[in-house]
Nanobody, 126 residues
Framework: QAQLVESGGGLVQPGGSLRLSCVASGFVFNYYQLQWFRQAPGKEREEVSCISGHGGGTDYADSVKGRFTISRDNAKNTVYLQMNSLKPEDTAVYYC???????????????????WGQGTQVTVSS
């Protein structure tokens, strides 16, 4: 059974940093594109980043470009989201997701996930 488990959320001051982690199990990790989504109260879910299963291709939403970095360790079945220069508008529940797509390329908002994590809360506030 496929499973994604996020960790690393919390409360951080504006300008601070957090690193989210997501450990996957139950599927062939390197055959899957990994994605990070977020959803703030009263707002639509937004895909913030993706990383290809092969070759490390990445993409980012304009709202996080230059501040967030996605990476993956296929040996550890783990995907990360390094978030720097955090803003109050980054406050949301962040979800890890996966879709089977073996490619060197990814593009946000192109593929619907097959699997979702349970989410981790990120709050940016002074």
């Amino acid at each position: 059974q496929a499973q994604l488990v996020e960790s690393g959320g919390g409360l951080v001051q504006p300008g601070g940093s957090l690193r989210l982690s997501c450990v996957a199990s139950g599927f062939v990790f390197n055959y899957y594109q990994l994605q990070w989504f977020r959803q703030a109260p009263g707002k639509e879910r937004e895909e913030v980043s993706c990383i290809s299963g092969h070759g490390g291709g990445t993409d980012y939403a304009d709202s996080v470009k230059g501040r967030f970095t996605i990476s993956r360790d296929n040996a550890k079945n783990t995907v990360y989201l390094q978030m720097n220069s955090l803003k109050p508008e980054d406050t949301a529940v962040y979800y890890c997701a996966a879709v089977e797509y073996y490619s060197t390329y990814c593009q946000t908002n192109a593929l619907s996930p097959e699997y979702w994590g349970q989410g981790t809360q990120v709050t940016v506030s002074s």
